[in-house]
């Protein structure tokens, strides 16, 4: 309970983007200082239960619970966040030049509503710079679990040049990411959305594959798996759409959802900010988006849910409606660390009630249950 009822207070009395410097700063620093990943480890993490274990995309995952990115944006604390228990991490995004992002302020916490609301514009150093990180944490990381990277286009490159985005931030970074997303979802930076249909997506893909296969040559090793973060803003039909390319295209799987535009349902007066609405509120979409992805693929592609998830009766929900793994970020801000301990215990406790004896017999449970 030391987040929630010491931290979560002074963090919470500073501005939230001044609070996640700040905690950034901490985290990324614990690194240098004997022993501390272990004290982290030993405050939160659970013992790992066979029975949350899974395999997806050739990676072993100790249990389905991910951190999302946006958090660690710059990838300068991936082995604090892999102390605290997380199954796997995702960084970034980060594209192939540095961007300041959007002007200040743009990150908003909504308590009432359970949200966040940022229009923070992939604000991050560059993917140069994130690999010497990398490569400079990735040897003193003592829990090491599957990292993600996630990478998108720089705000000044046109969508009609963004492919050569994605295939530096791949050829920067492909040693040190056990798999990478690509991000066409985020609604911050002008005209991204927009590669995620038709067959701008298709060759995008296709571009990032072939990135892929020559890095992977070249590094003499396999060729990482990509996976796709969609946006939850598309009619069904466009979802529809995208998935089939998606599937087509032959990469290895999606993460639903992003963040919404959508202000459906707030309370707080920051719900007048632009940006993208994180939390509760997108919970339902996202897994709406899960459940048809699921049903659309018989289950084959397998899928990160994210989304609104702030306990277990939340990742349960997703996983019986056809995820794999899931993420968490602003139930992280909101709840702290202990909840990653309290997730597992949960999924264990509602896996026991349905009579399951793995994750994997609850993953999809629902579609099953409708025949």
């Known amino acids: 309970m030391i987040y929630r009822k010491l931290l979560k207070p002074l963090l919470f009395a500073l501005d939230a983007e001044q609070a996640h410097h700040l905690l950034m700063g901490v985290l990324s620093k614990s690194a240098r200082i004997p022993g501390m990943q272990s004290l982290f480890h030993?405050?939160?993490?659970?013992?790992?239960?066979?029975?949350?274990?899974?395999?997806?995309?050739?990676?072993?995952?100790?249990?389905?619970?991910?951190?999302?990115?946006?958090?660690?944006?710059?990838a300068?604390?991936?082995?604090?966040?892999?102390?605290?228990?997380?199954?796997?991490?995702?960084?970034?995004?980060?594209?192939?030049?540095?961007?300041?992002?959007?002007?200040?302020?743009?990150?908003?916490?909504?308590?009432?509503?359970?949200?966040?609301?940022?229009?923070?514009?992939?604000?991050?150093?560059?993917?140069?710079?994130?690999?010497?990180?990398?490569?400079q944490s990735l040897p003193r990381t003592k829990y090491r679990n599957p990292l993600a990277i996630n990478i998108g286009k720089n705000k000044t490159t046109a969508n009609e040049q963004a492919v050569d985005d994605y295939r530096a931030c791949v050829r920067e970074l492909f040693a040190y990411g056990d798999f990478f997303v690509v991000n066409i979802s985020s609604p911050n930076t002008?005209?991204?959305?927009?590669?995620q249909y038709g067959e701008e997506l298709n060759r995008l893909l296709q571009e990032i594959k072939q990135e892929m296969y020559e890095q992977a040559t070249a590094h003499r090793t396999d060729v990482k798996p990509i996976l796709v973060k969609i946006a939850p803003d598309m009619s069904e039909?466009?979802?529809?759409?995208?998935?089939?390319?998606?599937v087509q295209s032959g990469v290895?799987?999606?993460?639903?959802?992003?963040?919404?535009?959508?202000?459906?349902?707030?309370?707080?007066?920051?719900?007048?900010?632009?940006?993208?609405?994180?939390?509760?509120?997108?919970?339902?979409?996202?897994?709406?988006?899960?459940?048809?992805?699921?049903?659309?693929?018989?289950?084959?592609?397998?899928?990160?849910?994210?989304?609104?998830?702030?306990?277990?009766?939340?990742?349960?929900?997703?996983?019986?409606?056809?995820?794999?793994?899931?993420?968490?970020?602003?139930?992280?801000?909101?709840?702290?660390?202990?909840?990653?301990?309290?997730?597992?215990r949960g999924l264990l406790k509602?896996?026991?009630?349905?009579g399951f004896t793995s994750i994997e017999q609850a993953i999809g449970a629902d579609h099953r249950a409708e025949v």
Request: proline share 5%.
């Open 42 to 74: 030993g405050l939160y993490a659970t013992k790992t239960n066979e029975a949350l274990r899974l395999e997806r995309f050739g990676l072993t995952f100790a249990h389905p619970l991910g951190l999302a990115a946006g958090l660690d944006k710059n």
């Open 350 to 354: 509602r896996m026991r009630q349905d």
């Open 190 to 195: 002008p005209d991204l959305r927009n590669l």
């Open 76 to 135: 300068e604390a991936v082995p604090a966040f892999s102390a605290i228990g997380f199954a796997f991490m995702e960084v970034g995004t980060l594209t192939p030049r540095p961007q300041a992002g959007n002007e200040r302020p743009r990150l908003f916490r909504l308590p009432v509503d359970q949200a966040l609301i940022n229009r923070m514009g992939f604000n991050n150093v560059g993917a140069s710079q994130a690999a010497a990180t990398l490569a």
């Open 252 to 344: 290895a799987g999606i993460i639903a959802t992003n963040t919404t535009v959508s202000r459906d349902g707030l309370h707080h007066p920051h719900q007048k900010e632009m940006g993208g609405l994180s939390g509760v509120p997108v919970r339902q979409r996202s897994t709406e988006f899960i459940r048809l992805i699921y049903k659309w693929t018989n289950g084959e592609l397998p899928i990160i849910g994210s989304g609104g998830i702030f306990d277990a009766d939340d990742a349960y929900e997703k996983i019986r409606a056809g995820a794999s793994l899931v993420e968490v970020y602003t139930g992280l801000v909101y709840r702290g660390p202990e909840m990653i301990g309290e997730i597992q």
């Open 237 to 246: 039909a466009e979802l529809k759409e995208v998935v089939a390319t998606i």
